[in-house]
């Protein structure tokens, strides 16, 4: 198929990298330039403008940072540009309310398709999705699906498959500060950071989803791929979210704070396990 790919950040960059290496013809654009370098590389051609992009396409796929940047694009030029047949994807980690919004828009060929997943996992095929759609969507987008993964999880609306999304997000950043700090009371009390990496590194308390960022949680952030800002970000929704249902959620906002704090530390494009560096600082910068 013919697959246009907006936004070029490290994401929608394994995503179009998985899909060329899936036969698929690929267009990629992204606001700022020098960012698609690695899927020119692989065979994708750069567009100049969304228009350019999505011209001929038969399915043009967003990735991008959030509402704002989505709506911005979505509901501009891409809803003017994209062919009467082309089904819009939006892969991006938005609110519910917005994906609705797109689905209303996009009447009858729109597609929710959450990522849970690294972008090494994304081009190793090895990441899951999150589809929500009436049902007709998703089958009819069958060769791009399994072009991307085997593990694909079906919601009958958008609305459900990014609630899905957000309630996964929110659970993985609260054990990663929770890690933290699990780390900085050992460190309090006399263990080295070997001693730590013996007594949990290979403990069953220790989540699955966490162990790629074990040491980094250990021994300090490193250059990542889901920022501490989309941290927050994401954190945000999942409270925004469960504030339209009348539920509190005080956990959740205390994790937002610490992301929103690593951010403003310096670390707002490192990993989420820059948060970490928070528990090596003056104890009040974490109150």
Not at 256 to 271: C, I, M, N, V
């Amino acid at each position: 198929m013919d697959i246009a790919v907006l936004g070029m950040g490290r994401m929608g960059s394994a995503l179009a990298g998985r899909l060329l290496d899936g036969g698929h013809q690929v267009t990629v654009w992204n606001r700022s330039e020098g960012k698609a370098s690695q899927a020119v590389s692989g065979g994708a051609r750069e567009a100049a403008s969304i228009t350019d992009a999505v011209r001929g396409a038969d399915v043009v796929i967003t990735m991008l940072a959030n509402d704002d940047a989505v709506r911005a694009v979505a509901l501009g030029e891409l809803q003017r540009s994209i062919g009467d047949q082309a089904v819009y994807v939006n892969t991006s980690t938005v609110s519910p309310l917005l994906n609705s919004e797109l689905a209303k828009a996009f009447a009858g060929r729109f597609l929710a398709l959450l990522v849970l997943g690294s972008p090494d996992s994304v081009r190793a095929g090895q990441a899951v999705y999150l589809a929500g759609d009436d049902g007709r969507i998703a089958d009819r987008l069958a060769p791009v699906l399994s072009s991307l993964s085997a593990s694909i999880h079906r919601y009958h609306t958008p609305s459900l498959a990014t609630t899905a999304k957000l309630a996964s997000n929110l659970l993985l950043l609260s054990q990663i500060a929770a890690l933290a700090e699990s780390f900085a009371v050992g460190r309090s009390g006399g263990l080295s950071d070997e001693q730590l990496r013996e007594l949990l590194g290979s403990s069953p308390m220790v989540a699955p989803g966490i162990k790629n960022r074990f040491e980094a949680v250990l021994t300090g952030p490193q250059d990542g791929w889901w920022t501490t800002v989309l941290g927050a970000k994401d954190a945000g929704l999942a409270i925004n979210l469960a504030q339209a249902a009348n539920v509190e959620l005080p956990e959740a906002e205390a994790v937002k704070r610490l992301y929103d704090q690593a951010a403003a530390a310096g670390f707002d494009h490192a990993d989420i396990a820059a948060v970490t560096d928070l528990y090596r600082r003056p104890a009040t910068t974490t109150r």
